[in-house]
T-cell receptor, first 112, second 112 residues
Framework: SQQGEEDPQALSIQEGENATMNCSYK?????LQWYRQNSGRGLVHLIL?????REKHSGRLRVTLDTSKKSSSLLITASRAADTASYFC????????????FGTGTRLQVTL | KAGVTQTPRYLIKTRGQQVTLSCSPI?????VSWYQQTPGQGLQFLFE???????NKGNFPGRFSGRQFSNSRSEMNVSTLELGDSALYLC???????????FGSGTQLSVL
C-alpha cells in the first residue's frame, strides 16, 4: 500500500514559473526523498531530506519537511519544458533504507 | 560508469505462464531492490537483495520470487501469471548503506 498522498495530482504551468508539489505520509520516517519519472521510464533521484532537517536546496529544487504534520513540499523554480515529468515522494523507515514507500505522484506539465 | 540495466525492455506473456526478469546493478552496488508500478496501485516494493540474501520483502504473493548472484546481478520470477501482473517492473541498485536508489528503465510486462 502507498504511504501517502501527493497533491496536486496534475499541474500545468508555463516555462519560467515555479511549481510546488506537496506530499503527506503516515508513519515515522528516517528520511524522505523525491524522485522524477519521465513517461514510462525509470525513476531518477532528485533530493533526500532527513527527518532532523527542515529544508534542503539543490540547484533549482527546494524541499521542506514538517515531521509534526507529516508533510513535505518540493519547489521547482524557473521551470523548463524539460522538467515535464511525474514527481514522487518516497519515505524510508528506520533500518530499511532500500524499502521505499512511494506517494501517488504529481504529473507536471511545463509548456513553452 | 554504466547505469542499472534491465532486460528485456518489453515482454508479452499469457495467463498461466511464468516470466523471468533480469537486472544488472551499477558496478560496486551490492543491493538490488525490485518495485512494481501499475496505474491503480502505483509504485510498490517487492523485495530487496543484498549480498545474495533477501533482506526485505513486500506484501506480494509467493508467485513473486527473486534471487541475487555473486556478481550482484538479480533476477525476479513471476509464476502462474495473472492479468493483474501487467505492470512496469523496476529494479534499483544502491551500495546497501546508501539510501539513494538508482533505477533502471524497467521491464514493461503485459499479460494477455
Amino acid at each position: 500500500s502507498q504511504q501517502g498522498e501527493e497533491d496536486p495530482q496534475a499541474l500545468s504551468i508555463q516555462e519560467g514559473e515555479n511549481a510546488t508539489m506537496n506530499c503527506s505520509y503516515k508513519t515515522s520516517i528516517n528520511n524522505l526523498q523525491w524522485y522524477r519519472q519521465n513517461s514510462g521510464r525509470g525513476l531518477v533521484h532528485l533530493i533526500l531530506i532527513r527527518s532532523n532537517e527542515r529544508e534542503k536546496h539543490s540547484g533549482r529544487l527546494r524541499v521542506t519537511l514538517d515531521t509534526s504534520k507529516k508533510s513535505s513540499s518540493l519547489l521547482i523554480t524557473a521551470s523548463r519544458a524539460a522538467d515535464t515529468a511525474s514527481y514522487f515522494c518516497a519515505t524510508a523507515d528506520t533500518g530499511t533504507a532500500s524499502k521505499l514507500t512511494f506517494g501517488t505522484g504529481t504529473r507536471l506539465q511545463v509548456t513553452l | 560508469k554504466a547505469g542499472v540495466t534491465q532486460t528485456p525492455r518489453y515482454l508479452i506473456k499469457t495467463r498461466g505462464q511464468q516470466v523471468t526478469l533480469s537486472c544488472s546493478p551499477i558496478s560496486g552496488h551490492r543491493s538490488v531492490s525490485w518495485y512494481q508500478q501499475t496505474p491503480g496501485q502505483g509504485l510498490q516494493f517487492l523485495f530487496e537483495y543484498f549480498s545474495e540474501t533477501q533482506r526485505n520483502k513486500g506484501n506480494f504473493p509467493g508467485r513473486f520470487s527473486g534471487r541475487q548472484f555473486s556478481n550482484s546481478r538479480s533476477e525476479m520470477n513471476v509464476s502462474t501469471l495473472e492479468l493483474g501482473d501487467s505492470a512496469l517492473y523496476l529494479c534499483a541498485s544502491s551500495t546497501g548503506g546508501d539510501e539513494k536508489l538508482f533505477f533502471g528503465s524497467g521491464t514493461q510486462l503485459s499479460v494477455l
